[in-house]
């Protein structure tokens, strides 16, 4: 075979053309092709409308001339003969006898109707000069002269310089018209008078006397047709225009750019000069002649290689054999580099696979550098980190590598002034390395040592160092295998140490974030949890996989929750911090919270997520209520025993005057009467003003052990037979678990007894339902009593004042306004608490609580 030579050069194209390409020669005939055919397309649609316009023109003549005919033939053989009968042969009127006359008097009269129609009898020779043929009309008469058969001609003439439509028919003399043009001695002696002797004589029956002709004139029809031909010429051009863009758009396409592409390869496949000579001599011509020169040359290259072919069958078993020792040596050696290949890609698969499962570098180290050791002819290997500050390369981990430094500090500045010389000993070569050079050296006690860089984005993060190396076997591929290696080591030993840090940056965080008491939630730009801590877990009581990705506020995770989606989006708006106090639940039994709200701005300058930080400020709020309502009590407490010691004095002086009065006013039953009613509402005022003072001592409690459940029910007992009156009925539900205890009987009938009176008061007219309820709640220490009634309920504006003495919403007269104040105390006194709860229409709830500890 031929020996492989390299590609020629494409030849010169050739610098003029003699005759046009193929593309040239077909466009330019279809263009011809597509131009003739739109001026036959205009010229037969010209030639059709002509004809039509011709068709046309030739009836309404037919019409006018039959009309002008008629006429004559009345005169000829009706009028005439009649006039000859009345007046004699010798007698001759124009105006009724003569037919030439009468046809032209009626094509005058048509064409005052009719101005575009022109009527004419015409004839040579004339007797009456209007009658004298235009140039036309005697090329006509001629015509008929010459061709007796034609009975007609029609046709476009151009009359006048203006184009017209001619209709003429050929006029004959007859045996009836020899008395007129025959002999003028047998003429009519009026006519001879007339016209003379002279002119239209001497003809014989059967000669032409002239012709009718009837024009129309057709310039504005044709001028338009002509229009209408030009405009069809044009939009055909134009269609065929688009056509003729398309058709070179596609053949070029198809056809040339395919021809050209088949002589490309001809032209390139060439590679004898007088071969190029002949595709270049083609090439001056068109494709087609280029294709069969270069079909040419490949039937000439077909012939030689057929001959070489031939020649080479007589030695083909020698070649053979030497080709497949050849194959066969490079089989080997190929399958010698992909061993070599394969072990070092599965080494770095290994290498890549511990990677990932581990999570320490004390994991990872020792066997990444086993792995390593498969690549490199060395009798061991060990693994330095760089760390601490100054840095120093510490020893990690070896693998057979003897004696070998543990420590050794590195200074950054002489990596700036590295000598170029050859290394001679382990502590240069490791510093060499350090800077991020491989660098090996050779020496009787180390041996071979080679030092490779472990390298992650620039920075050396160790050395793995291997020793006694067969230099010999360290080409250039394995030098880049190395450093790869050692780059995906430096990569994994940043990336772990990253991993350690964050993982115990994330420790750090987390236990400061669980460990706060006070709920925290972080929310993203949707509002939905990203993260809680376990206060708000146990506030809600829902597990983290509950809440994470759910919206917030949700009431189906996270019922009452503080987080208002107004202040939210606020937030992502003026992205500020933003503080607030929310109320949740109802007004007796909600709970308060301090909400702060806190963004966290991206790159991008809008508010990424949001920190919520949510206090219960419940307790304290209720522990200033406390503080205010006992202030307030023990202020009010001073003002009525002040009031009380102040008005007592005159209320008596009042009393013992109404006593006087009485005596005096014995025999005067009014004046007792009215006296009476004086002292009746003096001792209200004595029994208020007592009130007051008791109000303001504060009497001294006086606990006795006794049960709890029969003083309710005592009370019950004093008040069930008012209440059945009132249809309001009481159900009682009390624990039998409830011990004694030890508290002032008296006092806590006073408590149940106010309140069971104000329940009464407030409940709906024949539907008042109270309940009474106790419960011993032994792992608290707490005995619980509830008054529950279905009244119209507390406003939310007043829940806050309800214990405030003289406070009260009953109508004048029903009330002092201090049972609930009084209420709140003894119950203050036993060291208890009283709440209420209500649903303005619907419930109030009161709840007595009262410790156990301080009883027993």
Known sequence: MSENRPPAPPPPRAKTRGFLSLQQKFLV???????????????????????????????????????????????????????????????????????????????DRFKESMPEYQIRRVALHARNPASEPRPVEINLIKFFAANPQQQSWKGIVRIAGQSSFLHSR??????????????????PKALLDLYGRERGFGYQPGDIAGITAVSIPVDLALAKIKDRAIAIFGISLFGLSLLYVGICFFFSRVVVHNLRDLLDIFRHGLRDEKELQLLTEAKAKDEIRELTAG???????????????????????????????????????????????????????????????????????????????????????????????PPCLELQCQDNAGQLITQMPIDTQACRSLPDEEVTDLTSSLLEAACGRMSFFACEEEHNCLNVPLICR??????????????????????????????????????????????????????????ITDMMVLLDRNLRIKMVNK?????????????????????????????????????????????????TGNA?????????????????EEVASIVGYIKNITAEKQVEQRIQRAEKMAALGQLAGGIAHEINNPLGVILCYTDLLKSQLADFPQGLQDVGTIKKHARNCQRIVADLLEFSRGQETEPLLAQLNSTIEEVVQMVDHQFRRQHCRIDLDL???????????????????????????????????????????????????????????????IMGRIFDPFFTTKKTGEGTGLGLSVSYGIIKDHGGDIQVESEPGQWTRFTIVLPFEAQE
């Open 535 to 583: 206060a708000y877990l146990q506030h809600y009581g829902v597990a983290l996989g509950e809440v994470l990705d759910q919206p917030c506020p949700s009431a189906a995770v996270a019922p009452g929750c503080p987080l208002s989606p107004e202040s939210l989006k606020e937030i992502f708006h003026s992205k500020k911090p933003r503080t607030e106090e929310v109320k």
């Open 295 to 389: 079909a040419q040359v490949m039937v000439a290259h077909l012939r030689v290689t057929r001959q070489q072919l031939e020649d080479y069958a007589g030695n083909l078993e020698q070649k053979v054999a030497q080709r497949t020792e050849a194959l066969k040596e490079s089989q080997h050696r190929l399958e010698e580099k992909v061993a070599a290949r394969n072990q070092e890609l599965h080494t770095l698969n290994t290498i890549a696979e511990l990677i990932t499962q581990a999570m320490n570098l004390t994991d990872i180290l020792p066997k990444v550098l086993r792995q390593t050791s498969k690549l490199i002819p060395a009798r061991g290997a060990a693994i330095y980190l760089l760390r601490g500050t």
């Open 458 to 515: 620039g920075k050396v993060m160790g050395v793995m160092t291997f020793v006694e190396v067969d230099f010999q076997e360290i080409t250039p591929e394995r030098r880049e295998l190395l450093l790869c290696v050692g780059q995906q080591i430096g990569i994994t030993i940043e990336s772990l140490q990253n991993v350690e840090q964050l993982v115990i940056s994330k420790d750090l965080l987390q236990s400061v974030f669980y460990g």
């Open 588 to 604: 007796g039994n909600g709970e308060i919270f301090l909400v702060h709200y806190y963004p966290i701005i991206g790159e991008k």
């Open 29 to 107: 005939g279809v263009g011809i092709i597509f131009l003739s055919f739109s001026l036959i397309i205009a010229f037969l649609i010209y030639s059709y409308e002509k004809s039509l316009l011709e068709e046309a023109a030739h009836e309404k003549s037919e019409m006018v001339i039959a009309a002008v005919e008629a006429s004559r033939n009345y005169v000829q053989e009706v009028l005439r003969p009649k006039m000859y009968e009345l007046l004699g042969h010798n007698a001759f009127v124009l105006e009724a006898m003569s037919t030439s006359y009468v046809g032209r008097a009626v094509g």
């Open 170 to 187: 050929p006029v004959y003399f007859s045996q009836e018209c020899m008395h007129c043009h025959g002999r003028p001695e047998d003429a």
């Open 735 to 797: 624990d039998p678990r409830l011990p004694q205890l030890r508290f002032d009987v008296d006092k806590m009938k006073q408590v149940f007894l106010n309140l069971l009176m104000n329940a009464s008061q407030a409940s709906k007219d024949g539907q008042g339902i109270i309940r009474i309820s106790t419960r011993y709640r032994p792992e608290a220490r707490q005995v619980q009593i509830v008054f529950w009634d279905n009244g119209a309920g507390i406003p939310p504006e």
